[in-house]
């Protein structure tokens, strides 16, 4: 076998370079929380990360080890959501051009955020125009690097800082419940968790809508799905990557999957009990518990909380519609 794409020195490597660029969020627990699982949950707050996304780990790890050639070139990502905004946050840290590829159509908010770190934004048609190729038009033309969200040595050693973090100001624990959506951040973490704790159960789950990493894991090679629907637009991935799918089939326990209706919820519990805005896809790992989906009674169970972006007008009319 391969050896894996990355190494947990690779991640006491990364998590050295963030150290003084990402915060490191607190762990929270809550009493009500542990009350409604049997658990003892200790939940890692990315959603108080910079730029609001445990994706400003991976994506300034990655920008950080460019060569002063590439440094000079700078960078270039598609993405309309956190992965965007961390890439033109961390380019603008480290004093580089950024070029963002994102919809027509990306919410204004988003737009304004990547626009306010100092990137330059091209728009694509995404119902007509292939972004893969305009992004790997302008890295061939413009002599920039293409770093993509998830399927990057460097980005997820990055996001396997978020795990090691936890492990550290917690303590190691039995179980890790990680969001998953191309499995940057599922990936990393597991790599960490395994590492400090060889017997650590490992779980990612992602929306019902969108099982493709499910179905990955049991049939054994990467399933491609359509653009799922699912209110967690951070895991609207279509597949899991080449690089990230080898170690969840070989670290991941399973992959679970939560509705809309569970991730509302949760969200309305972290807004309600715990005074924490977390996002849609930020609450697939907490959904798994907080729902009873997965049964922890009695153990030590790490949640990562993996963002807190969310369009205010539509957040309060998922909080409303909860039952
Ligand atoms: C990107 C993202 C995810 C999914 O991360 P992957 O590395 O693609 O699996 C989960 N939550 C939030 C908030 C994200 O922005």
Request: hydrophobic share 45%; charged share 20%; with cysteine.
């Amino acid at each position: 076998m391969n050896p894996l794409p990355i190494s947990f020195q690779d991640i006491v490597d990364a998590h050295v370079r963030i150290g003084a660029s990402a915060h490191r969020t607190p762990v929270f627990s809550s009493r009500t929380a542990d009350g409604l699982s049997g658990a003892s949950l200790f939940f890692k707050c990315e959603n108080l990360q910079r730029m609001g996304a445990f994706k400003f780990r991976g994506a300034y790890n990655a920008l950080s080890r460019f060569t002063p050639e590439q440094r000079a070139g700078g960078v270039v990502a598609y993405s309309s959501g956190n992965h965007a905004q961390a890439v033109a946050l961390s380019a603008k840290i480290l004093g580089m051009r950024a070029v963002i590829v994102m919809p027509k159509d990306a919410p204004r908010a988003k737009l304004d955020a990547t626009r306010g770190y100092g990137a330059e934004i091209v728009f694509y048609d995404r119902y007509t125009e292939d972004r893969d190729a305009i992004g790997a038009k302008i890295a061939e033309e413009g002599g920039l690097t293409l770093i993509p969200p998830y399927d990057h040595p460097d980005v997820m050693a990055g996001q396997g800082t978020a795990a090691k973090e936890l492990f550290e100001d917690a303590g190691a624990v039995d179980v890790l419940l990680v969001p998953l959506g191309g499995g940057g951040l599922l990936s990393g973490c597991a790599v960490a968790a395994k590492a400090l704790r060889e017997d650590c159960l490992v779980y990612g789950v992602e929306p019902e809508a969108g099982n493709d990493g499910q179905q990955s894991l049991k049939s054994g090679k990467i399933v491609h799905i359509a653009t799922p629907q699912t209110i967690a637009d951070g895991a609207q991935t279509q597949h899991l990557g080449k690089h990230t799918f080898p170690v969840i089939q070989s670290l991941v326990r399973d992959i679970l999957t939560v509705s809309d209706a569970d991730l509302a919820s949760a969200m309305r519990f972290f807004a309600e009990r715990m005074k924490l805005v977390v996002e849609p896809t930020g609450c697939l790992a907490a959904a798994a518990v907080l729902s009873g989906r997965l049964d922890v009674r009695g153990k030590r169970v790490g949640v990562i909380l993996s963002g807190g972006n969310v369009d205010l007008a539509k957040y309060a009319a998922l909080l409303r519609d909860v039952p």
